[in-house]
């Protein structure tokens, strides 16, 4: 089993910026892919950021490229995503993912563990 423990989201300005965090623990051995996902009332859950665990390789969202840039921490076990130039229709849920298995990143459904959320509310 993995655990995953978002914090950093909030209320902030359009145009500004937020970085949200995600520590993992458990057997983080077995990730492949982290990833961030968001989700707003009555919508399904939106893929906006992978990163490889291993590796360098990440992945955004057309809505996303050029303004979230996603990271990770290895020693700490902790991936990041560093949100700038942020919108309202940023506003929603955010949730770290991880997989242990395949290399397609995109589908909420592909994840096997999932963090708790944290709010991310844009004000215009």
């Known amino acids: 089993q993995v655990q995953l423990v978002e914090s950093g989201g909030g209320l902030v300005q359009a145009g500004g910026s937020l970085r949200l965090s995600c520590a993992a623990s458990?057997?983080?051995?077995?990730?492949?892919?982290m990833a961030w996902f968001r989700q707003t009332p009555g919508k399904e859950r939106e893929f906006v950021a992978a990163?490889?665990?291993?590796?360098?390789?990440?992945y955004y969202a057309d809505s996303v490229k050029g303004r979230f840039t996603i990271s990770r921490d290895n020693p700490k076990n902790t991936v990041y995503v560093q949100m700038n130039s942020l919108k309202p229709e940023d506003t929603a849920v955010y949730y770290c993912?991880?997989?242990?298995?395949?290399?397609?990143?995109?589908?909420?459904?592909?994840?096997?563990?999932w963090g708790q959320g944290t709010q991310v509310t844009v004000s215009s």
């Open positions: 993912a991880a997989k242990s298995r395949g290399s397609a990143y995109d589908a909420s459904w592909m994840y096997d563990y």
């Open positions: 990163i490889r665990w291993a590796g360098i390789t990440t």
């Open positions: 458990g057997r983080t051995g077995d990730v492949y892919t």
